[in-house]
């Protein structure tokens, strides 16, 4: 994990500041995992409530489904649920307490 040294402009909302589209951009890309990210938005005051990784995902989702904007996919952190595998367990239970 680290801060990346770039430069951040800010907009300011009501009750939120964000960095600006080219900004987020520019992290994004240069990052190599999400903790860069958050790092560098929270070290250069960006609002707690912007820097949630769901929300960082979500943006940069928008930026590439609705503007095309090619940006890099970060793997997700925890592991996807696995249903049938979660759905055996259930039945494995069932029938042992049954």
């Not at 949630?52 to 930026?63: D, F, I, S």
Request: glycine share 2%.
């Amino acid at each position: 994990m680290a801060v990346l040294d770039i430069d951040i402009n800010l907009i300011e909302r009501e009750h939120d500041v964000w960095a600006d589209p080219e900004s987020f951009i520019r992290v994004w890309q240069a990052a190599s995992c999400m903790e860069d990210v958050v790092d560098t938005f929270r070290d250069n005051g960006v609002a707690k409530y912007s820097l949630r990784e769901t929300n960082l995902r979500a943006r940069a989702y928008r930026y590439r489904s609705e503007y095309g904007i090619p940006l890099k996919r970060f793997p997700p952190r925890y592991r996807r649920t696995d249903w049938a595998e979660l759905r055996e367990l259930a039945r494995s239970l069932n029938e042992k307490y049954a």
